[in-house]
């Protein structure tokens, strides 16, 4: 397998272990990287803690052949981005994205199959989930030695993702929600609550029609249901979203349209788009 090496000039004298550890490594995972011999300085391997100086050359190669005992599913997916590290790829409207013990079908196992059809030995990390019926980007990191820092993106806010949403009535502004969310005495529902966690949305309308608004929302927490919820609370619930609003011939009208992140390797700006799906076009229409 070829290496994928992750590099940096030192700028500053300090321990080995202390770069890996504010490099989001944990100790198992340092533990490993120095028996498995993928540390180098100035091109000599390193296999135990050592002080680095400033200009030393450190290269870590975070290449692993790693496989999940995950059934494949042979589907055919929509690749938006992919390279040795990541893949992004557009989740098919009603299909959840891991096993929760209820469905035959997961968008995990549809990876699974992706990566055995293309002889890629990968282990199956999403970084994050879309609920069942939301489309688009999900990101899935191939590394598992770079996944911690997929995660620490994710939650300090450096994934930027941006949705787009069809609500009933119409939004004449651009606004931002700042209303914390909690359980409901339902099960499975949420509800704006002042003793919930903070959640932040921001909003902003592209087309009316028909009663209805095309918005964009960019999302600046990551709560579970946080836009339906959200829409919900302003009285503008989502098309389609029978949980939180009415019934509907539609699907819930939300799409993951955008997703950007700073690759690792590069430290380069990768945005994906995945275009509108026809039914929310359709759904603007009629």
Known sequence: ?????????????????????????????????????????????????????????????????????????????????????????????????????????TLDQAVAGYFQKTDQICPIR?????????????????????????????????????????????????????????????ANRFRISSNGIKAITHLKPLTYKKNKTLIECQLETGRTHQIRVHLAGINHPLIGDELYGTASPYRCMLHSYSLSFIHPLTHKKIKVICEMPKDMRLCMES
């Open 1 to 105: 397998m070829k290496p994928i090496l992750l590099t940096e000039t030192i700028k500053n004298k300090q321990m080995l272990d202390e770069w890996l550890n504010d490099h989001l490594f944990s100790k198992k995972q340092r533990h490993l990287l120095k028996m498995e011999k993928r540390i180098r300085v100035n091109h000599q391997i390193i296999t135990h803690n050592i002080h680095l100086f400033k200009d030393d050359l450190l290269e870590i190669n975070c290449a692993k052949e790693e496989q999940d005992d995950l059934e494949p599913i042979d589907l055919d997916l929509e690749i938006l981005y992919e390279d040795d590290i990541v893949l992004v790829v557009n989740k098919p409207i009603h299909m959840i994205v891991h096993e929760d013990g209820n469905h035959p079908i």
């Open 126 to 186: 999403h970084i994050h989930r879309l609920d069942k019926d939301t489309s688009g980007c999900i990101l899935y990191c191939k590394q598992s030695y770079l996944q911690p820092y997929f995660d620490h993106a994710i939650k300090t806010k450096q994934i930027q993702r941006t949705y787009l949403a069809i609500v009933q009535g119409k939004i004449n502004q651009a606004m931002t929600i700042n209303k914390s969310i909690g359980k409901d005495r339902h």
